[in-house]
C-alpha cells in the first residue's frame, strides 16, 4: 500500500511568486491534515480536512494560505504571494476515519525555500 | 494551551549504547502521546503512542516510552541504538477534541550515533 506522497519535494521561488503543494493521502483515509515546520521552529499544525470539508485551520497563518481537498482525495496548499517567512518544510498527513485518535500517517516533506 | 517540550536539542551516543530522549508536556485533560522519528529525506514516522492503560509503551524498532503523570514526562528510550536510529526524534501531544485531532509538536532531539 502507498503512503502519503507529497509534490514537490523541493521548491525554490522568489519572494511575490505563487507556488501550489500537493498531497495524497493513503487511499481510503478521510482525514487530511497539513503542517509545517519554519526553520529552527516547531513542527506546527495548518488545518485538518474531513473529506473534502476544513474541520479545522485555526492554523492557517494568514490569508496568502489557501488549502484545497476537492472530491475529498488529494489536497493542494497554495501560497500566494510567498513571503521569506514561509520558507520550511510543509508537512501532509493522514489517518483513517473513526473514533478518533487514529493514527496520522506523514508523507515525506515539501522543502520550500523562499529567496 | 498545551504545550511539549524537549530539553534536549541535539544528543551524541555510541553505538550499542542506551537512550533516553526526554518530552515534558504541559496538557489540561488526560493526554494521547506520540513519538515520531524522522530519518534524512524521510517524512515522520510513527514509533508509538499512549492512550490510556500500561503506562510503559512498546514501540517499532526496539523503542519504548513511559508515561508518568506525576512528572509530565513521556521519556522515550531504547537499551542499545543503532546506527540507523541516527535521526530526528518529535514528541507529541494530542490537541484535538473528540473528531478533530491535530498534534501539538515539540522542538525536536536531533540523536547522533558514533560508531
Known amino acids: 500500500e502507498a503512503g502519503v506522497t507529497q509534490f514537490p519535494s523541493h521548491s525554490v521561488i522568489e519572494k511575490g511568486q505563487t507556488v501550489t503543494l500537493r498531497c495524497d493521502p493513503i487511499s481510503g483515509h478521510d482525514n487530511l491534515y497539513w503542517y509545517r515546520r519554519v526553520m529552527g521552529k516547531e513542527i506546527k499544525f495548518l488545518l485538518h480536512?474531513?473529506?473534502?470539508?476544513?474541520?479545522?485551520e485555526s492554523g492557517m497563518p494568514n490569508n496568502r494560505f489557501l488549502a484545497e481537498r476537492t472530491g475529498g482525495t488529494y489536497s493542494t496548499l497554495k501560497v500566494q504571494p510567498a513571503e521569506l517567512e514561509d520558507s520550511g518544510v510543509y508537512f501532509c498527513?493522514?489517518?483513517?476515519?473513526?473514533?478518533?485518535?487514529?493514527?496520522?500517517?506523514f508523507g515525506p516533506g515539501t522543502r520550500l525555500l523562499v529567496l | 494551551a498545551q504545550s511539549v517540550t524537549q530539553p534536549d536539542i541535539h544528543i551524541t551516543v555510541s553505538e550499542g549504547a542506551s537512550l533516553e530522549l526526554r518530552c515534558n508536556y504541559s496538557y489540561g485533560a488526560t493526554p494521547y502521546l506520540f513519538w515520531y522519528v524522522q530519518s534524512p529525506g524521510q517524512g515522520l514516522q510513527l514509533l508509538l503512542k499512549y492512550f490510556s492503560g500500561d503506562t510503559l509503551v512498546q514501540g517499532i524498532k526496539g523503542f519504548e516510552a513511559e508515561f508518568k503523570r506525576s512528572q509530565s514526562s513521556f521519556n522515550l528510550r531504547k537499551p542499545s541504538v543503532h546506527w540507523s536510529d541516527a535521526a530526528e526524534y518529535f514528541c507529541a501531544v494530542d490537541a484535538g477534541d473528540n473528531y478533530g485531532q491535530n498534534f501539538v509538536f515539540g522542538p525536536g532531539t536531533r540523536l547522533s550515533v558514533l560508531p
Open positions: 498527513a493522514s489517518s483513517q476515519e473513526g473514533t478518533g485518535w487514529e493514527t496520522q500517517y
Open positions: 480536512f474531513v473529506k473534502e470539508s476544513k474541520q479545522d
